[in-house]
């Protein structure tokens, strides 16, 4: 199973509600991402987790929340958005890198939740 | 900082033609590099990868790349393009090494528009 599956689709939010994005893989990838990409631009790093660990906070703002409950789920958690944060939101794991970096993985994509806060 | 550029906002290349799309690449140290694809309202699917080794790299789909270090290009090809290869590509470089996750620094994206 090489499925990274994200949920909700489509979501669509006001600026003071309280919503979550969920994330999850079945590949025992112990690195996790969360990327933000709006429309026609590449995707931007916002969080990784290593090891159920927070390892980079991409200096997000306090209202995106990341969770990492498990080595299989990952959230991010919405509160008080603004409608500049409407985008796609991706999840992506793979495996994590040697220090030594003599080997380097791909990551896996998930299809996104396009987010929009009115 | 590592960086890559991608000079072509769009290629337009007729079904069953060689396809090219560039990018080119600025690193301190070894460059690790990637190309991914992303069709609509999808998420990024990996194609290729140079890490060390051969400067032709094979990939998904039949597409490849050529690595050139005195060019600092990373080029991805196909020698007979599909209709449904129609999709943005993304290239992208390894920022951070040492740290044991992949932190990737995406190009502009290339949209390819194959005509049948």
């Known amino acids: 199973d090489t499925e990274v599956t994200q949920t909700p689709k489509h979501l669509v939010m006001g600026m003071t509600n309280k919503k979550s994005l969920k994330c999850e893989q079945h590949?025992?990838?112990?690195?996790m991402y969360w990327y933000k990409q709006k429309a026609k631009k590449p995707p931007e790093l916002m969080f990784v987790y290593s090891y159920e660990k927070l390892s980079i906070n991409e200096s997000v703002p306090s209202r995106f929340s990341p969770e990492c409950p498990n080595s299989s789920l990952l959230n991010l958690h919405l509160h008080a958005l603004q409608p500049e944060d409407s985008a796609l939101y991706l999840c992506?794991?793979?495996?994590?890198?040697?220090?030594?970096?003599?080997?380097?993985?791909?990551?896996?994509f998930g299809p996104g939740t396009r987010l929009t806060v009115t | 900082a590592q960086s890559v550029a991608q000079p072509e906002d769009q290629v337009n290349v007729a079904e069953g033609n060689p396809l090219t799309v560039k990018c080119t690449y600025s690193v301190s140290g070894n460059p690790y590099l990637f190309w991914y694809v992303q069709y609509p309202n999808r998420g990024l699917q990996f194609l290729l990868k140079?890490?060390?080794?051969?400067?032709l790299v094979k990939g998904s789909y039949g597409f490849e790349a050529e690595f050139n270090k005195s060019q600092t290009s990373f080029h991805l090809k196909k020698p007979s393009a599909l209709v449904s290869d129609s999709a943005l590509y993304f290239c992208a470089v390894r920022a951070a090494a040492g740290t044991g996750f992949q932190k990737l620094v995406f190009g502009t994206g290339t949209r390819l528009l194959v005509s049948p």
């Open positions: 590949m025992g990838h112990r690195a």
């Open positions: 992506a794991s793979s495996q994590v890198m040697p220090r030594d970096d003599s080997l380097d993985y791909e990551q896996y």
């Open positions: 140079y890490i060390t080794g051969d400067n």
